[in-house]
Antibody, heavy 120, light 108 residues
Framework: QVQLVESGGGVVQPGGSLRLSCAAS????????MHWVRQAPGKGLEWVAF????????YYADSVKGRFTISRDNSKNTLYLQMNSLRAEDTAVYYC?????????????WGQGTMVTVSS | DIQMTQSPSSLSASVGDRVTITCRAS??????LAWYQQKPGKAPKLLLY???RLESGVPSRFSGSGSGTDYTLTISSLQPEDFATYYC??????????FGQGTKLEIK
């Protein structure tokens, strides 16, 4: 069964850090680019970050550039998002998502999401 | 960055209605357009990709069309389970993908 399972969310104070994980199963994780997408409470979807299948290229939304780092461990079939200098506006459900094709495309598999709350 | 503008932002309709949602890109995206359905508390679900290709398992009452900058999602006959929020997404400017702001489809 193809699936993604996120973990690591929680409540953190402004300025704090958190690392999210996304465990993949049921497909060849090392062949696909992976993304993080977030959704603030009551708001729409916001693309956050992308990492190439081999980890060689990474891209970030301007809103998180310099604060968040995406990484992956293909030996563990796991995607990560290291979030530093967290702000209240980073409060959201964070989803990991897989591209439909190794060369790119829409997101055919999503995790269930993990909630991050930044609050004092 | 490519901006995606969806309309309407909300829509009320009845079971059996035909519904159309529009998505406009700020520049041409060569059919690199996906539609997602999201229900409360759930992850988005891919419905269509490449503007008009139906994802496996998605009912045929969902269809997509368009080209260049303008795209539409049509639901031919609304079913109770279709009431949800719908998002378009461009994946032309890979990997800096962007989503529309969403269209909430509610029961009239």
């Amino acid at each position: 069964q193809v699936q993604l399972v996120e973990s690591g969310g929680g409540v953190v104070q402004p300025g704090g850090s958190l690392r999210l994980s996304c465990a993949a199963s049921g497909f060849t994780f090392s062949s696909y680019g992976m993304h993080w997408v977030r959704q603030a409470p009551g708001k729409g979807l916001e693309w956050v970050a992308f990492i190439r299948y081999d980890g060689s290229n990474k891209y970030y939304a301007d809103s998180v550039k310099g604060r968040f780092t995406i990484s992956r461990d293909n030996s563990k079939n796991t995607l990560y998002l290291q979030m530093n200098s967290l702000r209240a506006e980073d409060t959201a459900v964070y989803y990991c998502a897989k591209e439909t094709e190794p060369t790119g495309g829409a997101f055919d598999i999503w995790g269930q999401g993990t909630m991050v709350t930044v609050s004092s | 960055d490519i901006q995606m503008t969806q309309s309407p932002s909300s829509l009320s309709a009845s079971v059996g209605d035909r519904v159309t949602i529009t998505c406009r890109a700020s520049q041409g995206i060569s059919n690199s357009l996906a539609w997602y359905q999201q229900k409360p508390g759930k992850a988005p679900k891919l419905l269509l990709y490449a503007a008009s290709r139906l994802e496996s398992g998605v009912p045929s009452r969902f269809s997509g069309s368009g080209s260049g900058t303008d795209y539409t999602l049509t639901i031919s006959s609304l079913q109770p389970e279709d009431f949800a929020t719908y998002y378009c997404q461009q994946y032309y400017s890979t990997p800096l993908y962007t989503f529309g702001q969403g269209t909430k489809l509610e029961i009239k």
